[in-house]
C-alpha cells in the first residue's frame, strides 16, 4: 500500500513509502521488494512495480497524485 513520497531535491531518486503489513519500506525505482518485486517508475500518478520472476507489470495509482 501507498503510505507517501518523498522528492527530496537534493537526492538523486525520489523514494516512495510502503505499507507492507507491519512493515515500513522506504524504496526507490530500481529496488527490489520481498516477493520478487522491483519498483521500476515513480510517477506524480502511480508506481510501476515489475514481478521479475514472471515478467509481470503491476501499477498501483498514488491516490491525489497530480497529471
Request: hydrophobic share 45%; glycine share 12%; charged share 25%.
Amino acid at each position: 500500500r501507498f503510505v507517501g513520497l518523498l522528492d527530496d531535491k537534493g537526492a538523486v531518486k525520489p523514494r516512495v513509502f510502503l505499507s507492507l503489513g507491519e512493515k515500513l519500506l522506504i524504496v526507490s525505482a530500481g529496488d527490489a521488494l520481498e516477493g520478487g518485486f522491483r519498483l521500476d517508475a515513480i510517477t506524480a500518478q502511480e508506481l510501476v512495480f515489475t514481478h521479475i520472476q514472471n515478467n509481470v507489470t503491476l501499477r498501483l495509482d498514488v491516490p491525489g497524485g497530480k497529471p
